[in-house]
């Protein structure tokens, strides 16, 4: 399996932006959908978005749809997440996934990483 490690992470006012980073380790990384989910306090861990194999794929949430994109380099076994116009609806732990096929669940993913907390304050 893959092993993935985030940051990234911080405190931001609402309208501002930060990039998450995800480091993928094994040489499987391209074999795999790279996802992002996010937990808040009290709530289950929902769906972010997703970036196919190739990268063009895309998927998001409708909750970020227009303001966060996702990305990915092979080559550096990274995927990023650009999130723009933050609010604190955004607060949550972020957490990189990796899954065999798009799925917009935790229960079909193959690794975790640990988490990465993003704070947006009003």
């Known amino acids: 399996q893959v092993q993935l490690v985030e940051s990234g992470g911080g405190l931001v006012q609402t309208g501002g932006s930060l990039r998450l980073s995800c480091a993928a380790s094994?040489?499987?990384?391209?074999?795999?959908?790279m996802e992002w989910f996010r937990q808040a306090p009290g709530k289950e861990r929902e769906f972010v978005a997703a970036?196919?194999?190739?990268?063009?794929?895309?998927y998001y949430a409708d909750s970020v749809k227009g303001r966060f994109t996702i990305s990915r380099d092979n080559a550096k076994n990274t995927v990023y997440l650009q999130m723009n116009s933050l609010k604190p609806e955004d607060t949550a732990v972020y957490y990189c996934?990796?899954?065999?096929?798009?799925?917009?669940?935790?229960?079909?993913?193959?690794?975790w990483g640990q988490g990465t907390q993003v704070t947006v304050s009003s």
């Open positions: 996934a990796a899954a065999v096929t798009v799925v917009l669940t935790t229960q079909k993913v193959a690794s």
């Open positions: 094994g040489r499987t990384f391209r074999s795999y959908v």
């Open positions: 970036s196919g194999w190739s990268g063009p794929d895309t």
